[in-house]
Nanobody
C-alpha cells in the first residue's frame, strides 16, 4: 500500500518562507518514474494545482501565482518530494497536499490526474 505524508506547514508572517516535505512509502518501483505534484485548498475554494515535477527529468511546471516564489525538488533515493515556498503572501494560506503518479506528463496537470493524496499540511500566512 502506497501512502503519502505531508509535513512542514505552520504559521508565518507575510514575506516568510516554509519548506514542505512529502514522504512516500510502499513505492515498489524506482521513484524516478513518478511525477510529484503539489496542490492546495483554501476554505471555500477548489483544490488548486501548484506545481508538478515530471519523472525522468522531463521538467517542472508551476501555476502562475507561485512562479518565482515556490520551487519543487525531490530526493528519489529516499522517495521524497519538497516544496520550498518563499515570499509568502496571505493568499497562500491553505492546506497543502502532495500526490504522485508514474509516467504522467505534467503539462496541464489537474487533480483528476491523481488518485492518491496525503492528509495535507496547513500553511497560514499572516499579514
Amino acid at each position: 500500500q502506497v501512502q503519502l505524508v505531508e509535513s512542514g506547514g505552520g504559521l508565518v508572517h507575510a514575506g516568510g518562507s516554509l519548506r514542505l516535505s512529502c514522504a512516500a512509502s510502499g513505492v515498489t518501483m524506482s521513484f524516478d518514474y513518478y511525477a510529484i505534484a503539489w496542490f492546495r485548498q483554501a476554505p471555500g475554494k477548489e483544490r488548486e494545482g501548484i506545481s508538478c515535477m515530471s519523472g525522468n527529468n522531463r521538467g517542472t511546471y508551476y501555476t502562475d501565482s507561485v512562479k518565482g516564489r515556490f520551487t519543487s525538488s525531490r530526493d528519489n533515493r529516499n522517495n521524497r518530494g519538497y516544496l520550498e515556498m518563499n515570499s509568502l503572501k496571505p493568499e497562500d494560506t491553505a492546506v497543502y497536499y502532495c500526490t504522485i503518479r508514474q509516467f504522467l506528463d505534467c503539462s496541464g496537470f489537474a487533480p483528476e490526474d491523481f488518485g492518491l493524496w496525503g492528509q495535507g499540511t496547513q500553511v497560514t500566512v499572516s499579514e
